[in-house]
């Protein structure tokens, strides 16, 4: 679980969340603010953004034979929901200031 990570695996999936979260963020308000849908549903959307970007950087990791020891579920679940939120709150945080200027 999350005490068998190294400190490589925590610093690639802090990476992935940090550089994604942004940018998941503004493609899912974009889509959805378009379509006058919820932020529920924006958080949704971002969070399963953000599960197959992780999947994919790990796939691809481990395709250029790069070993990552964050395989378990849980730890896939904890940093999806975790970059999806952080997603969100970004993006709002950010289209915040854009309307105060």
């Known amino acids: 679980m999350l005490q068998?990570?190294?400190s490589n695996s925590w610093m690639v999936v802090s990476v992935a969340v940090v550089f994604g979260a942004f940018w998941l963020g503004w493609i899912a308000d974009m889509i959805?603010?378009?379509a006058g849908l919820g932020v529920l549903l924006n958080w949704l959307l971002a969070t399963l953004g953000a599960f197959g970007g992780i999947y994919g950087f790990d796939f691809a990791l481990r395709h250029?034979?790069?070993?990552l020891a964050y395989a378990d579920g849980?730890?896939?679940v904890a940093a999806a929901i975790a970059s999806g939120t952080l997603a969100l709150l970004s993006w709002l945080l950010v289209r915040a200031v854009i309307r105060l200027l």
């Open 74 to 76: 849980f730890v896939w």
């Open 32 to 34: 959805l603010d378009t």
């Open 4 to 6: 068998d990570l190294d």
């Open 64 to 67: 250029h034979h790069v070993p």
